[in-house]
Nanobody
Framework: QVQLVESGGGLVQPGGSLRLSCAAS????????MGWYRQAPGKQRDLVAT???????NYADSVKGRFTISRDNAKNTVYLQMNSLKPEDTGVYYC???????????????WGQGTQVTVSS
C-alpha cells in the first residue's frame, strides 16, 4: 500500500535550523497537495505549511519568513526547511498528502507516523 515516511527531526537550540523530509512510497498514481502539521504536547494538530503539485504554498502565520516548504514531484517527496527555530516550534511534525492509488478513482488523505522536533537550550 501507500506509506509516508518522515525524517530529519531532532533536538536543536533556539535560533538553529532543521530540515524535515517526507517520502511517499507505494502504488501511487499521483499526489496533489502535500503538507506538514505539528502537534505540541496537550494541543491539537495544527497546519504548518502546504504545497500543491503546481508549487503553490501556504503557511501558518507563526512560521512565515522562517520555514520553507518545497517538493520534488519526481521523488514524491516534500521538505520543510525550518530556520530561526523557537521553543514554541517544539512538537511532533506530521507529513500529510492527498494522493491517488493506481487503479482507483479518487484521492485519499494519508498521514505519516510523525517526527519529533525539540527546540531547547
Amino acid at each position: 500500500q501507500v506509506q509516508l515516511v518522515e525524517s530529519g527531526g531532532g533536538l536543536v537550540q533556539p535560533g538553529g535550523s532543521l530540515r524535515l523530509s517526507c517520502a511517499a512510497s507505494g502504488n501511487i498514481f499521483s499526489i496533489n497537495t502535500m503538507g506538514w502539521y505539528r502537534q505540541a504536547p496537550g494541543k491539537q494538530r495544527d497546519l504548518v505549511a502546504t504545497i500543491t503539485s503546481g508549487g503553490t504554498t501556504n503557511y501558518a502565520d507563526s512560521v512565515k519568513g522562517r520555514f520553507t516548504i518545497s517538493r520534488d514531484n519526481a521523488k514524491n517527496t516534500v521538505y520543510l526547511q525550518m530556520n530561526s527555530l523557537k521553543p514554541e516550534d517544539t512538537g511532533v511534525y506530521y507529513c500529510n498528502a492527498d494522493l491517488k492509488v493506481r487503479g482507483t478513482f479518487s484521492y485519499v488523505n494519508r498521514w505519516g507516523q510523525g517526527t519529533q522536533v525539540t527546540v531547547s537550550s
